[in-house]
């Protein structure tokens, strides 16, 4: 190609991408922007970008009393760090067993988990809404942490992740004395990082962005995880006062979007690995 | 390698296993085993069972009715409606996402500035409440405040009202869906075409085949066919999954225009409180969801079978 070619070229595409990046942004920029804006500004028909009387303060300020918002966040981390905790803590020993350790019934365990990857959770709401109510634990953060402890997900990236790590160091740690367990928290998972982090990506915007299973079985506010909750603020804010209503969205959103800038690759990385199972 | 390192494990176990490492392969992956049995095996084989029941949530008696409840969906005009529309949905997005997706990576990786930027940019909605970024959908949507009506109005394109108009209901929700999954279907073919190896083009080169639309054509579809099909069915899961946007936007209407699968599968279950045929809707899902999988395997195993 000649230089002038390189050059249109080049030109054609930043202005293509640039076109259907803004296209792919104006919902967040749409979003910023009224949840900037006074009421009266909301229906002129001229459309700027930037309020022009600041209404930050007082939609935000109502986002975060009206609604229980900061509440719903409260719940958002609860429930995600639980769920996490317990992922973790349940599916590595049963990753490095199917990984490392020789047992009769471990390829059918593993079948096990395969199925459990091919079903999708709407599948089995229905037994879960009956189980938890079962349980008694129904309305309650248990509720929306108990089905999700095992994740099948988790068990076949670790066990991934651990067969690549050599035999040897397993064996030199057994020799050293290590438990089987300290084997698993000590040196599997330390040598996996970035398999731990690309479940924990996957694992905490699935379940702060969940609508489907907390609408089922969460009836009071005080248990509601973000997503939940901004829906249910935006069915009671019936009508057309968007200002808090987006101050309310852009809060929801704000700690993944940020996540996400900080750590693009991993996200990126992460949430591609998880979207293939 | 693997081989390798598998038979050394293998000789070895036939040495030392014993009770002891059953022992422990049980106590380490019992725990998991357990709750995979009871969060997922047992729940997957009730829900087959209740398909088969006349079931109604919180009702002390049930009875076995066969195959009547899918004999009935099939003849029920609302879950007619809900396979047709996600079948339409599943039509609009998929084709949209991957062509679109497809064309965005191709640009991307054309230049060397920028791309960590672009990337970025049409991945975001990928990761971010859907429910939220729904509400801010219904906004922009709005007939007389939305931006979408304001700027169609100020170019002289015909405004509506988007959500309640049966003739623009999918297609809106087709296009959140594209919007939402675009990102996905980006980076998975940026990492299809990062895997290409330049061998390929020096040999295109070779052969001639040195202008752009020659490398597209010769070199870098043909090595891109694999990827393309696993982003298909990733993609085409994702539609059939469609749920919060229906729930938010438009509880299935105006009338049955936008109820999908698992819309209708929620509103049985868990609002008419017809269990039996709810589950018989989740039956139906898992089957298509299964189906897919499937070829998503065979996809897999061609693709490593070849490499």
Known sequence: MTLPMKILAGAVRHAILLTTGSLVLAPFVWMVSLSLKPPAELFSSSFTLLPQHWFAVENYARALTEAPLPRYMLNGVIVCAAILLLQIMICAPAAYALAKVRFAGRQVMFGFVLIGLLIPHQVLALPLFILCYGLGIFNTYAALIFPFVVSPFGIFLFRQFFMSIPDDIVHAARLDGLSELSIVWRIMLPMSLPAVLAFSIVSVVSHWNDLFWPLLVVRSQEFMPPSLGIVTFANAEAGNDYGPLMAGATVVVAPLVISFLAAQRWFIEGLTAGSIK | ?307
């Not at chain 2, 004999?71 to 996402?97: E, G, I, Q």
């Not at chain 2, 909605?125 to 219904?138: D, K, N």
């Not at chain 2, 809707?281 to 195993?301: D, E, G, P, S, Y």
């Open chain 2, 1 to 307: 390698m693997k081989a390798q390192q598998a038979s050394v494990v293998d000789r070895r176990s036939r040495v030392e296993t014993g009770f002891a490492e059953t022992l422990a392969g049980y106590t380490l992956a019992g725990p998991a085993l357990v709750l995979i049995f009871a969060l997922f095996i047992l729940p997957g084989a009730a829900v087959l069972a209740i398909a088969t029941t006349d079931w109604h949530l919180g009702a002390k008696t049930l009875s076995f009715v066969g195959a009547a409840n899918f004999t009935s969906l099939f003849a029920d005009r609302v879950f007619r409606a809900a396979l047709f529309n996600t079948a339409v949905y599943v039509l609009m997005v998929v084709p949209s996402t991957l062509v679109l997706g497809l064309s965005l990576a191709l640009l991307i990786e054309s230049g060397k500035s920028l791309r960590a930027f672009y990337r970025a940019v049409h991945f975001l909605p990928f990761m971010t409440s859907l429910a939220a970024m729904a509400i801010v959908w219904e906004a922009l949507l709005h007939p007389t405040i939305g931006l979408v009506n304001q700027v169609f109005g100020l170019i002289g394109l015909p405004t509506a009202n988007w959500l309640r108009s049966e003739a623009t209901v999918l297609p809106i929700l087709a296009i959140i869906g594209t919007w939402q999954s675009l990102g996905l279907a980006l980076v998975l073919f940026l990492a299809g075409l990062k895997a290409i190896p330049q061998d390929l083009y020096d040999a295109a080169d070779i052969d001639g085949a040195d202008g752009v639309l020659d490398r597209l054509r010769v070199v870098t579809l043909p090595s891109l066919a694999p990827v393309s099909l696993f982003v298909l069915i990733v993609v085409t899961l994702r539609a059939f999954a469609a749920f919060d946007i229906v729930q938010i936007l438009t509880r299935g209407g105006p009338g049955d225009a936008s109820v999908m699968l698992l819309y209708a599968l929620y509103r049985e279950s868990f609002e008419y409180l017809t269990t039996g045929y709810g589950a018989a809707i989740a039956v139906i899902f898992l089957v298509i969801v299964i189906a897919l999988a499937m070829l998503q395997t065979r996809v897999v195993n061609s693709r490593t079978s070849r490499s």
